[in-house]
């Protein structure tokens, strides 16, 4: 790989710092209490489950945020800093499993150090965006969505990495003890929401008609395991 984890760790940290305060400044940060406990308890249930894939994260710093905006959007940096927005919860009407499958996704891209596959001015430059986007009013907003999107763990990831962070993040999502089929029914909604096109913060994801069949079938890979076991107990 072209950078390194230290280098790109470095980065994420930096960047990640800097809009969190500029949130912060802004009072967009976990202005909700009850989303913000919603999420974070949602998040550490996923957390705990990192270390069948990846037993060194148990020694990540991780943190998790909301930030008030309409910007349908969640991310994960490396080392485990994770950021959703109050929108794609809002907008979607996301249930604790939906809201599960989404950072589920985001934490896989950190775990499989994916962010480290991009070069490291990509995300030098968007962290910079991002940060002069919440500084904005609503328009700035907007582009922040799509900017810190593109932060290391969406924009850049080819298809084979969301894919990836599909599959995975299904199945620890199921390992922390929610539902698979809400990885079919949160992105049934987002295709609703982006019509035939989708959001463009997913314009490097896979189409919705093939992501929807990949992960039904992986759900009920699941569920039949999960059968299969419990008969023979």
Not at 39 to 66: G, Y
Not at 82 to 101: C, F, P, Q, R
């Amino acid at each position: 790989m072209l950078t390194s984890a230290d280098q790109i760790n470095t980065q994420a940290d930096q960047a990640y710092s800097q809009v969190i305060k500029q949130a912060k400044d802004k009072k967009l940060l976990n202005t909700n209490k009850q989303t913000t406990a919603r999420v974070k308890r949602i998040a550490n249930k996923l957390i705990a489950a990192t270390s069948a894939f990846r037993p060194d994260a148990k020694q990540w710093n991780w943190e998790v945020n909301v930030i008030t905006s309409d910007t349908v959007n969640a991310w994960c940096m490396p080392g485990g800093k994770i950021v959703v927005y109050s929108g794609i919860i809002n907008k979607l009407k996301l249930t604790d499993d939906e809201i599960a499958i989404v950072v589920g996704h985001e934490i896989v891209h950190a775990l499989r150090e994916h962010s480290r596959e991009q070069q490291s001015r990509e995300m030098i430059k968007s962290g910079i965006i991002a940060i002069a986007a919440i500084m904005g009013a609503d328009r700035g907003t907007l582009a922040l969505g799509n900017t810190v999107a593109n932060l290391g763990f969406s924009l850049p990831f080819n298809r084979q990495q969301e894919t990836e962070a599909d599959t995975i993040g299904l199945e620890l999502a199921y390992r922390a003890g929610f539902n698979p089929d809400a990885a079919v029914s949160v992105w049934q909604k987002m295709s609703k929401m982006g019509g035939e096109q989708p959001p463009e913060f997913l314009s490097t994801h896979p189409s919705y008609e093939h992501r929807i069949d990949n992960l039904q079938q992986i759900a009920n890979q699941l569920k039949l395991m999960k059968r299969k076991n419990s008969s023979k107990i």
